[in-house]
């Protein structure tokens, strides 16, 4: 240890933080780490130095008495050789060591926080075809996990309060020493007996047996807004599972399922709707009453219209959730070709064939031969 300095061989004041040396040994380690410059043969020596200097500098009481009086007591404080080895050879690698020595919680103080959000929950909830659209009020049910009421999520027996950990002595934290093949790591765990939170409850609640949570059936009234449709997920903020010692709780979502309508079909944010019209109708034109979302609203076919024809009621069709507006309401007309004629029907339609020059009685037999050749039955 004569003449070694680790404040010279880390490149930090004698003034540096706690911080400040780790920041620096990281660098300097992962600088002259052997199996980053395998054509380096000093690189081990230097990656020795360095580590000897951290173990000095990390530990206050041993920096201290460097301080004060040159060395540590330690020939070799933490140097430990690599014999020839690489670290692979060892089951792990050089960057598993350095998430165990700088990871979670590594350098803060104080306990570790163990609050944690509490979990979402889902719900299903079924709508009829015009409360999808429309919109509409509902109150949905949901079972979670709900804050005591009696100690107030803490978990402790009313009166009483949570004590500081023995364990820990309230640090939340509690260290491990392990040898490596770098040398002697402190690694910090979270300690077991509080979950990392410094403090034990040594009275627990009896209603939540020290859980500061409850099964519970909450009820709420929410407001389906108008265009949702199956698949829609709406979320309710803060009315999932509440959190542990005092995190805010989860959301609730809802998965809605919309109903049919016995006319209507619904594809996205536009509305179908097939309409019957008869022979003469679509032969010479006719007004008609369309049903819509809003109402009745007028049609007007044409005289020649053919059976699929598609007209369109702009605006008439379903809110849009995401981007305002409307949709449209898609009208098919179908023409419906009666199959029980009365016989006014009958010489009605008689007397238009001929007129049109068509044959309804006496099917042309040249015509029926030709099929047959067609088909292979001549």
Do not use: W
């Amino acid at each position: 240890m004569a003449g070694f300095d680790p404040y010279s061989t880390l490149g930090v004041g004698r003034d540096a933080t706690p911080e400040e040396i780790k920041k620096a040994y990281r660098n300097l380690a992962r600088k002259y780490h052997p199996d980053h410059n395998p054509n380096d043969p000093s690189a081990e020596e230097k990656f020795k130095d360095v580590k000897k200097a951290y173990d000095i500098l990390s530990e206050p009481s041993r920096r201290q008495q460097f301080d004060n009086y040159g060395f540590t007591g330690d020939e070799q404080p933490g140097a430990g050789g690599f014999g020839g080895f690489g670290a692979e050879g060892f089951g792990f690698n050089f960057e598993d060591i350095f998430d165990t020595m700088f990871g979670d919680g590594f350098g803060r103080s104080g306990a570790q926080s163990r609050s944690r959000r509490g979990a979402d929950v889902s719900i299903n909830l079924s709508l009829t075809f015009e409360e999808a659209i429309f919109g509409t009020e509902k109150e949905v049910a949901a079972r979670v996990l709900a804050a005591c009421e009696e100690c107030q999520g803490t978990g402790a027996k009313n009166g009483t309060e949570r004590s500081q950990c023995s364990q820990c002595k309230g640090s939340g934290r509690i260290q491990t020493v392990q040898n490596t093949i770098l040398g002697r790591i402190v690694q910090p765990r979270v300690c077991p007996k509080c979950n990392g939170t410094g403090t034990v409850i040594l009275q627990p609640c009896p209603n939540c047996r020290g859980q500061g949570r409850v099964e519970a059936t909450t009820r709420k009234k929410i407001n389906i807004p108008a265009g949702v449709d199956t698949g829609t997920r709406l979320r309710v903020s803060g009315a999932g599972h509440a959190g542990s010692n005092g995190a805010p709780a989860g959301d609730l979502y809802i998965l809605i399922n919309a109903g049919k309508h016995e006319y209507f079909e619904r594809k996205g944010q536009h509305i179908y709707l097939t309409v019957p019209i008869g022979l003469a109708q679509a032969a010479m034109g006719v007004e008609l009453d369309v049903p819509t979302l809003k109402g009745k609203k007028r049609l007007k076919v044409p005289a020649g219209t053919a059976s699929g024809t598609v007209f369109r009621f702009h605006g008439q069709g379903v809110p849009n959730l995401n981007r305002g507006g409307y949709g449209d309401q898609v009208v098919t007309v179908e023409i419906e070709v009666p199959k029980r004629l009365s016989p006014e029907q009958r010489d009605a339609l008689r007397n238009y064939a001929k007129a049109s020059g068509e044959t309804v009685e006496n099917i042309d037999n040249s015509l029926v031969n030709r099929l047959k050749k067609v088909f292979g039955r001549g």
